[in-house]
């Protein structure tokens, strides 16, 4: 009986284990779609022109709340 406890429990801890490692690759995931993002948001200012300030003001906001999204996630 003792033996069969261990297994289970071997393959409950794989389970959780299993289960970090995804959240870990999600994580990792929505971080680089936010820099992307970013980078993109980033490159339309530089070649904005006099949009410039505008576009900052909306990518500064868009940033802020990917940033909270993002260390909500992780």
Known sequence: ???MMEVVGMAQG???QELAMQQAAT???LAKETLEFQG???NSIISGGTQGMDMARSTGL???GI???LS???
Do not use: E, F, I, P
Request: proline share 0%; glycine share 10%.
């Open 1 to 3: 009986m003792d033996g």
């Open 14 to 16: 794989m389970q959780a």
């Open 27 to 29: 994580s990792a995931s």
């Open 40 to 42: 993109s948001m980033v």
């Open 62 to 64: 868009a940033a802020q």
């Open 67 to 69: 940033g909270s999204k």
């Open 72 to 74: 909500t996630v992780v």
